[in-house]
C-alpha cells in the first residue's frame, strides 16, 4: 500500500469517527465499543523499556488495548489510539512483542479466552505507518485529551487475563 492511499484511508476512519474536541478517550471507546458491539477497555501498565509500549488483546467478547503510563499523557493517549487505528483497520499482526515478553505471557493465556493472541510476528510497516498516522491525525484535530481517563474494572471474565499481563508487563502501580 502507497503512502498516499494510507494517508487517504486514515483522514476518512477519522472523519467518520466525527471527533469534536476536546477528545475524551474513554467516551470514544464507549462509542466505538458500543457500534462494533464488543466493549474496548483501555488499560495502564507500566512496562520495562524491552517491552511493547502498547499492546492490543483480542478476546472472543471484547478488546483490551494495556498502554505505557509512565510516560507523558499525550503519549499514553497516542498509544492507545495507535492500537484503536490497528483495530479499526482489521491489522491482524497482533503486536509487536520482543521474544521474551511473548515466552513469559503466551504461555500463561489461555486461549479460550484469547482470540487474537500476542503474535510474535510483526506488524507489516504499512500497518504501523496507517495506526501511527491515524493517532496522529486524531490528535492534530481534536488536541490531546482534557479528560482524564479513569482505569475500569475489567470484567469478571477477564480479570485473569488482566491480572496475568499486569504481573508480566507491569502493573500500574509499578513504576
Ligand atoms: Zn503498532
Known sequence: MDLRRVHERCVREVRRLD???PLDIGALCARLGEQRG???HPLPMTARPTDPSGIWIASQTADYVFYEQNTSRLHSEHIILHEIGHLLFGHTGGGVLSDSTARLLLPNLDPALVRRTLA???????????AELFASLILSETGFAVVPLSVPEPPEEMSELVRRVWAVL????RS
Open 19 to 21: 471527533l469534536r474536541p
Open 38 to 40: 464488543r466493549p474496548i
Open 120 to 130: 510474535r510476528s510483526h506488524y507489516s510497516d504499512s500497518d504501523e505507518q496507517e
Open 170 to 173: 507491569g502493573s500500574p502501580g
